[in-house]
């Protein structure tokens, strides 16, 4: 034994049952954040899929540009996906009839279903050319119809236009809530649609091209970027607050608290876990009075005891710190398993056997400060 510090293998070794509750606390600790703060990742993310899955999976909503200004935005390197989208007949008392029932005319290209709204394409393929189209869901059960079929749209004008089915997409609320149903075409066949029936006057409501940026680590200095050179207004630029809002790229006020709050909780853990291993320490140390006075007898100074406590508790750490962490991963696990058994319609969406790597290194993190900090409350 050449240094001082080399008693701490040995007296961790003779104190090995006085340890142990140290040991369980620090455990504890870090146990409890990776399960916390594990919970609150899975639960994120498991409404990020969900809102993907109803609000679509785009960052912002861009109204009145030209399709030329649309294609500018679409060809940045920060852009992955940008997809128009319009209505004609949004009420449905225009006119536009699918055998004897009121539709409503959508437009758009592939990426709105690819990229946007991943989940709403439930069979076949966006249409390719201006002669075919999609349906919703209720338009193929009521109407028994199959990929490949024709279907005859009417118009006011007592024009019949001819669409070869390519695929079906799922109902939406409006088209459920009017009992109407839903035809998807492409953008160009939308605009000559409504350009020959109302005599070139505009659509219901005016385009909006849904984008989604490559990156979702800052989203809102990439809107401010986009907005500066491409001269849009506030009133032109929407955001999806509730799916940015859970990426933590939210202005949301609602959002901001929730993060607050989120702050808070982890300073309450971290306070308790400094107490209680302080407190298991001082018990700790108090046991072993003997054996620190032998060393400042010997010549120890109060700091170099002070430094031996301090290894002889990061020793600790090396079992503590795995075992709360692999104990809160498991326990993760269990618990989303569970409620997504439950309530599959709240919690259908939780991950299964997903691992939270922000959870994991916070309980490393708050295992090794709330030791360092319990360390400088005890007395010696």
Known sequence: MKRYLDLVPISAKVHEKQNRMSIFCIALAVFLVTTIFGMADMFIRSQIIKTQAETGNWHIGIQNISSEDAGVIAARPDVAALAPYNVLNYDGKQGYILAGTEVVLCGSNDRLFT??????????????????????????????????????????????????????????????????YGVFVTTEKLYDIYSTDTDGELIDN????????????NVQSEIENLKSQCGLSGDQVSENTKLLGLLGQSTSSFMIQVYAAAAV????????????????????????????????????????????????????????????????????????????????????????????????????VVGLLTVLLAIALIHI
């Not at 199959?146 to 118009?155: E, L, Q, S, Y």
């Not at 308790?272 to 006075?293: D, P």
Request: proline share 5%; aromatic share 10%; hydrophobic share 50%.
């Open 115 to 180: 990229k946007i709204f991943p989940n709403m394409l439930s069979e076949g393929t966006f249409p390719k050319t201006d002669k075919e189209a999609m349906v919703t869901e209720n338009a193929k059960d009521m109407l028994d119809l199959h990929i490949g079929d024709k279907i005859v749209v009417n118009t006011p004008s007592d024009r019949k236009l001819t669409f070869t089915l390519s695929g079906f997409v799922e109902n939406t609320a409006n088209l459920m809530s009017s009992d109407n």
């Open 206 to 217: 005016p385009t909006i091209y849904y984008v989604q940026f490559v990156s979702t680590l």
């Open 265 to 364: 909780l982890f300073v309450l853990v971290l306070f308790a876990g400094i107490m209680m291993i302080a407190s298991s320490l001082n018990s700790n140390v108090a046991q072993r009075t003997e054996f620190f006075g032998l060393m400042r007898c010997v010549g120890a100074t109060p700091k170099q005891v002070m430094r031996l406590v301090r290894k002889e508790a990061l020793t600790w750490c090396k079992t503590a710190i795995p075992a709360g962490v692999v104990t809160g991963v498991v326990v993760i696990w269990v618990l989303c398993f569970v409620l997504r058994l439950l309530s599959p319609e709240y919690f259908g969406a939780m991950p299964l056997f997903s691992t939270s790597f922000p959870s994991i290194i916070a309980g490393v």
